[in-house]
């Protein structure tokens, strides 16, 4: 079997400030995006996801993306060769990060390079497939509207996850009505427009949380009005509680 330029993973390793913005690109490898601090929100043409420290995305090769950071960020970029990623999804998703795959990033970001003509690197580069394809799921997506009213007031709610100000407000701002956004959203992300409000403040919570945020902090800063509100909101949505998006 021939590998590409002759490796079967390449990493990368930066740190980037607060609000640094690599800008729209894509990749002919598919790419393991992972961070050791801060968070990055990953953007595509249809969808937003977040990456905080204890999860990763997997980007298919060919994907055009831009990935903004949230605080000082810390990436860890692995490329994985056309062939071995056959055995990968075709579109991004977001996957737990358990301490046994963290470990593995780390260690073939200090080899650099996994080779094929060595048996040891060769083992490593499926033990990482096979953990990626092990890996838990994370709904932490936000699919975008195409329609540039509805993507105005995403563009808004995302930036403002705790702004209370009522949706028909919003809406004047981003240039329509209330109605016609409500009609918008299922049609163009298979969700109502309360419910991507919802996901999206629940989402962004992430990243306090990610910061070292108490459970109560992420709360009100997200828009709920009390803890209990957020949790229960949080498990619905996720699965499970607030406290496994803490870094320990």
């Known amino acids: ?5 002759g490796y079967l993973v390449r990493s990368a390793a930066a740190t980037y400030p ?3 913005r690599l800008h729209r690109h894509d990749h002919p490898w598919g790419q393991l995006a992972f961070c050791n601090t801060g968070v990055m929100r990953v953007v595509s043409d249809a969808a937003a996801w977040l990456s905080p420290p204890t999860r990763a995305i997997w980007l298919p090769a060919g994907v055009a993306h831009e990935i903004v950071m949230k605080g000082e960020v810390a990436t860890r970029f692995l490329y994985v060769c056309p062939e071995l990623a056959e055995a990968l999804t075709t579109t991004p998703e977001v996957i ?3 301490p046994l795959l963290r470990e593995l990033i780390l260690h073939i970001l200090r080899i650099r390079m996994l080779h094929p003509d060595k048996p040891e690197q060769d083992r490593l580069a499926r033990l990482l497939i096979d953990l990626v394809v092990q890996a838990r799921r994370v709904d ?3 699919p975008l509207p195409s329609d540039r009213r509805a993507l105005a007031l995403a563009e808004q709610l995302q930036d403002e996850p705790s702004n209370s100000a009522g949706l028909g407000d919003l809406a004047r701002r ?4 209330l109605r016609t956004l409500q009609r ?3 049609a163009e992300t298979g969700l109502t427009l309360e419910a991507w409000r919802q996901k999206a403040r629940l989402i962004w919570s992430i990243t306090r949380l990610s910061a070292g945020a108490s459970v109560s902090t992420a709360a009100f800063d997200a828009g709920y009005e009390s803890p209990s509100a957020f949790i229960a909101a949080f498990k619905r949505q996720f699965g499970v509680t ?4 803490q870094l320990q």
Do not use: H, I, K
């Not at 079997?1 to 330029?5: A, K, N, R, V």
């Not at 981003?174 to 009505?177: M, Q």
């Open 18 to 20: 607060e609000g640094y």
């Open 140 to 142: 932490l997506v936000l």
């Open 184 to 186: 918008l959203f299922p």
């Open 174 to 177: 981003a240039g329509a009505s």
């Open 96 to 98: 737990e990060v358990a």
């Open 1 to 5: 079997m021939s590998y590409g330029d």
């Open 242 to 245: 607030p406290g496994r998006f």
